[in-house]
């Protein structure tokens, strides 16, 4: 089945620890995505990339980093230099700069960091 | 990206149709409408879109207005499965990648 997927589904880390959380898409789409979701509240963009190798600031980028080497992984790092790093993370990806408004969501990973 | 307008929640009986409404007044020309709905504790999920004709899928219906300003997502048949905040979205189709900016959405309950 062609589809997102993000693992863990829980992780549980203490505070100072750098996490790494994983998305992997089979859909060959170009795009792909990494919202944070707090309780109650909207998605907010992190990071997006168009292709490989190139990736781009979203509305809160600080204390995070991710790569894009290649087409069907977006892996995301919180590092410790995020403050309030516990939350709900969702990837997306889009298929193409002509569908940008179609936007497949993994199953999400939630982060707690104590 | 136009703004849009959604009531908060709304109920819905099982087995009847769910008529989601959204209010996008200044949409542009070149914006379509997109409808996402989230179950609880789920990523969000893609139903439809549409830029002007009505559309309909597998999923639901898609019905515009003629001057475009609004716009209802139809669910034929709910299903408590349908239970979910379902956001309508207003952007253009093409373009440099970039968020899709979920409001607050209508939290649809569907109900035996």
């Known amino acids: 089945d062609g589809g997102i997927t993000q693992s863990p589904k829980y992780l549980f880390r203490k505070e100072g620890q750098n996490v790494t959380l994983s998305c992997e898409q089979n859909l060959n789409h170009d795009a792909m995505y990494w919202y944070r979701q707090d309780p109650g509240q909207g998605l907010r963009l992190i990071y997006y990339?168009?292709?490989?190798?190139?990736?781009q600031k979203g509305d809160i980028a600080e204390g995070y980093s991710v790569s894009r080497e290649k087409k069907e992984s977006f892996p995301l790092t919180v590092t410790s230099a995020q403050k309030n790093p516990t939350a709900f993370y969702l990837c997306a990806s889009s298929p193409g700069p002509d569908r940008l408004g179609e936007q497949y969501f993994g199953p999400g990973t939630r982060l707690t960091v104590t | 990206d136009a703004k849009t307008t959604q009531p908060p929640s709304m109920d819905c009986a099982e087995g009847r149709a769910a008529n989601l409404p959204c209010n996008h007044s200044?949409?542009?020309?070149?914006?379509?409408v997109y409808w996402y709905r989230q179950i609880h504790s789920q990523g969000p999920q893609y139903i439809i879109h549409?830029?002007?004709n009505n559309e309909t899928n597998e999923m639901a219906s898609l019905i515009i207005t003629e001057d475009r300003k609004s716009s209802t997502l139809i669910l034929p048949h709910a299903t408590l499965r349908d239970t979910a905040v379902y956001y309508c979205?207003?952007?253009?189709?093409?373009?440099?990648?970039?968020?899709?900016?979920f409001g607050t959405g209508t939290r649809l309950q569907v109900t035996l």
């Open positions: 549409g830029l002007k």
């Open positions: 200044t949409i542009s020309g070149n914006e379509y």
């Open positions: 979205i207003v952007r253009v189709r093409t373009g440099t990648a970039s968020k899709l900016t």
């Open positions: 990339s168009q292709i490989v190798n190139d990736f």
